[in-house]
């Protein structure tokens, strides 16, 4: 029997078709608009039945001794009752808002997350923090303030594409077929990368960019249009605001500062500034490459003006505004008292950018754990997360969750994280739950993630453990749905679609067709109406009106000290690796069909410093920052620049002394969006 859902083994959200056998997953296939012999294939997808019927699946809820580690399996009621007691009992000594809830990405921002905050919010407590401060809620946020929505790359109608910081071969394979069918249809192609991607080889021009330094590219990219008159004058002259002050601070980012700093030359800038600019529908695909930078807000912001000045804004090939619908917020943040601060109060712009979106200032948390600021987090619940081994530093996570009093682990597996854990709720993995997305929210189109196999063991889906144990802490009245269907469906009641309508549309419903150049009846959702090139909000808020006007970090790389103590010596560029297409983050390391075909992670060198360090391939090196080290062996490649070493990503999960996250400093942050450098820093190399 074919079934079709919507694959969450990565946050890609392919929408797939199942064969299943007498209840039984036997295989997937992504659906792609190119013919079956031109698809990419997928070996995350491929091992979908060995990640669900892995003998390391959580089947039954766990109680675990913290002092001796031993784990006892118990009935879901008893640890539904264990966990709510617990936290009642940190509510009435403490104060309810000194329980938190952190989500990671597997389970989808979309409904389980919302009934997450549904339930803390009936709770009482302001703390459901979601991880958007290092994953692309940042650069979301930033395409808010300057056009009122997220863009979606319009790649296969593009004649020139731009991908910055993304690297869609290996994370968004659908996304990869556009880009390859419109270069096959004669599309320019310009990759803005540190690293020599599959499309950076593909790429007429690939700009080599050193780490982190993305923005003041943007702003000399900015200044080049404006000064060679390449901009659309006429969209500008209607639909921006905040034109005159972008051009002054622009004008201060001259060509050649900005190339000495970023190590490209003059000559390749200008080129790409000409073949942007000079072709018509462009799109710029930015990624998580340009996340987890310290300067993540303004540099996306930057970015997102090109799209406006190129006259790129919601044309078809351009960079479309999605029309997102009307679908009910699952959240109740009315129902929170308003004199309880959330422990992001720091960031509250970051808080408030979008309605449902939730809080996403993930370092708060720890800042609480440890610092008691502004009061301290006793209990947490984790779900869909391996925080121990995913945020930013991993050393500071360790120490804060050790303090905590009482923790919750809601997965399927037994990750890293859940050694800190006092009980394991064990959840479904995508195919066994039915669950609109948030990818399907955001957008006119709406596709069913549906479950096409019944739970494995006695897990639970998501909804469903949000569900009972709001009914065990009594707050069942919030919560009158009885199954997934019941939720979607009044979550979709407003667009006029069923679950039952999903259903016998697989491929999607476009709850309204799609619309181009929507800002000539609408304007753009900004509070101006406009392209918000200088936003009043932020310049109300004390940040930065327009991006940069204060200038660009002098050093946007954590752990400069370390370039000063040893006098440029032995310093390298860390970045956080590569995520191939077989692993998402931290999962699936133990698949065997996966671990096959990579058995390990590296450490990448260039082949001139591997000469001076004296590594050969397959050494093992030492890479150390004033946070921690890591331990991996060596792969000489010419794919990483010289001065820089690229660390294996999610490998932490295996091994903790190679969890690129030892390696990473939370103390340095964007002031906007709380993000700080995951992605790169200072460090030292040597071979063990
Ligand atoms: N297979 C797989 N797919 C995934 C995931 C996964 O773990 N595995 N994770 C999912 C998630 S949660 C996310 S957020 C997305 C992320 O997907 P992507 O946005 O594609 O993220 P990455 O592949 O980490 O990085 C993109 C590129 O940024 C480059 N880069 C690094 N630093 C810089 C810089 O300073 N400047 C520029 N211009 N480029 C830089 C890297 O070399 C890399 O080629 O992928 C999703 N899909
Ligand atoms: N240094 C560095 N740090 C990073 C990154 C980086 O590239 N470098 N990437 C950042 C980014 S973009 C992200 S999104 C985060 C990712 O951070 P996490 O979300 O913490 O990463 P994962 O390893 O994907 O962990 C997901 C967990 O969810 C579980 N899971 C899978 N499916 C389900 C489900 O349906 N329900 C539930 N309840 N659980 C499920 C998995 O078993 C796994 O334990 O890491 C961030 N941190
Ligand atoms: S890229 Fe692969 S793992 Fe990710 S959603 Fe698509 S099919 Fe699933
Ligand atoms: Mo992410």
Redo the contacts with the bound molecule.
């Keep these: 029997m074919v079934r079709h859902t919507v694959c969450r083994l990565?946050?890609?959200c392919c929408p797939v078709e199942v064969h299943v056998d007498r209840g039984k997953l036997i295989s997937a296939n992504r659906k792609s608009f190119l013919p079956p012999e031109k698809r990419l294939v997928c070996p995350?997808l491929l091992a979908a039945p060995d990640i669900v019927y892995s003998p390391k699946r959580v089947l039954r809820p766990i109680i675990r001794n913290k002092k001796t580690g031993e784990m006892m399996e118990v009935s879901w009621e008893d640890a539904l009752g264990f966990v709510a007691e617990r936290l009642q009992r940190i509510k009435s000594q403490d104060g309810v808002q000194c329980v938190a809830w952190l989500r990671g990405?597997a389970a989808d921002w979309g409904p389980p997350w919302d009934c997450a905050n549904r339930l803390m919010n009936t709770f009482g407590s302001p703390n459901t923090i979601g991880n958007g401060s290092v994953?692309?809620v940042a650069r979301e946020m930033a395409h808010w303030y300057v056009y009122g929505a997220m863009t979606v790359p319009m790649a296969k109608d593009s004649k020139c594409i731009v991908i910055?910081?993304?690297?869609?071969r290996?994370?968004?394979p659908g996304m990869a077929e556009a880009i390859l069918y419109a270069l096959d249809h004669g599309a320019k192609l310009i990759v803005?990368?540190?690293?020599r991607?599959f499309f950076g080889r593909r790429a007429d021009i690939w700009l080599p960019?050193k780490?982190?330094?993305?923005g003041l590219l943007a702003m000399a990219m900015i200044r080049s249009i404006i000064e060679w008159n390449l901009y659309d004058r006429s969209f500008v002259e209607s639909y921006v605001t905040g034109f005159d002050s972008l051009s002054d601070v622009a004008m201060r980012f001259s060509m050649n500062e900005v190339a000495s700093r970023t190590c490209l030359s003059i000559d390749d800038i200008k080129k790409v500034v000409q073949l942007y600019a000079g072709t018509k529908p462009a799109c710029i695909i930015d990624?998580?490459?340009?996340?987890m930078?310290i300067e993540v807000f303004d540099t996306t912001r930057a970015v997102a003006m090109l799209r406006a000045l190129t006259g790129n804004l919601d044309v078809p090939g351009g960079d479309f505004i999605p029309q997102p619908i009307p679908a009910r917020d699952l959240q109740l943040r009315s129902a929170l008292p308003d004199d309880v601060l959330p422990i992001t109060y720091k960031y509250s712009l970051f808080d408030n950018f979008h309605h449902n979106w939730g809080r996403h200032a993930q370092s708060c948390l720890i800042d609480s754990i440890l610092h008691e600021d502004p009061y301290p987090i006793k209990a947490l619940v984790v779900q869909s997360g391996n925080p121990v081994v995913t945020m930013t530093e991993s050393g500071r996570v360790r120490k804060a969750f050790e303090k905590l009093d009482f923790m919750v682990i809601i997965d399927p597996f037994l990750n890293q994280t859940a050694k800190y854990a006092d009980v394991i709720l064990p959840a479904t993995t995508g195919f066994e739950k039915t669950q609109m997305n948030r990818a399907s929210l955001r957008n006119a189109l709406i596709i069913l993630q549906d479950a096409v196999i019944e739970p494995v063991g006695e897990s639970w889906p998501d909804w469903k453990i949000v569900f009972e144990l709001a009914r065990v802490l009594g707050l069942g009245e919030y919560f009158p749905w009885k199954s997934a269907e019941e939720v979607i469906d009044y979550q979709l009641e407003p667009v006029g679609i069923t679950v039952r309508d999903l259903r016998n549309n697989p491929d999607g419903i476009w709850a309204e067709p799609l619309r181009y150049e929507k800002h000539r009846i609408e304007g753009f959702r900004t509070p101006s109406g406009k392209v918000e090139c200088l936003s009043n909000v932020l310049a109300q808020a004390g940040y930065q009106a327009v991006p940069f006007e204060k200038g660009f970090l002098k050093e946007p790389l954590s752990f400069s000290d370390i370039v000063r103590d040893a006098h440029k010596k032995n310093v390298f560029i860390g970045?956080s690796g590569?995520?191939?297409?077989?692993?998402?983050?931290t999962q699936f390391h133990d698949i065997t069909f996966l671990r096959r075909i990579e058995f390990e992670g590296f450490v990448e060198i260039h082949p001139d410093d591997a000469k001076i360090l004296e590594i050969e391939n397959f050494d093992t090196v030492r890479v150390t920052t004033s946070r921690g080290a890591i331990e991996m062996r060596a792969r000489i490649s010419d794919i990483v620049q010289p001065g820089m070493v690229r660390i294996a990503?999610?490998w932490g999960e295996v091994n903790p002394m190679q969890g690129v996250n030892n390696l990473t400093d939370d103390s340095v942050r964007n002031p906007v969006t709380c993000t700080p450098s995951n992605?790169?820093f200072y460090c030292r190399v040597e071979k063990v």
Excluded at 164 to 168: I, L, S, V, Y
Excluded at 192 to 195: E, L, N
Aim: aromatic share 6%; with cysteine; charged share 25%.
């Design positions: 990565c946050s890609s995350k990405m994953c692309h910055w910081g993304k690297n869609d290996n994370t968004a803005i990368d540190p690293v991607t960019i780490p982190a330094h993305d990624g998580n490459g340009l996340d930078q970045m590569e995520r191939t297409n077989r692993y998402t983050h990503w999610g992605r790169s």
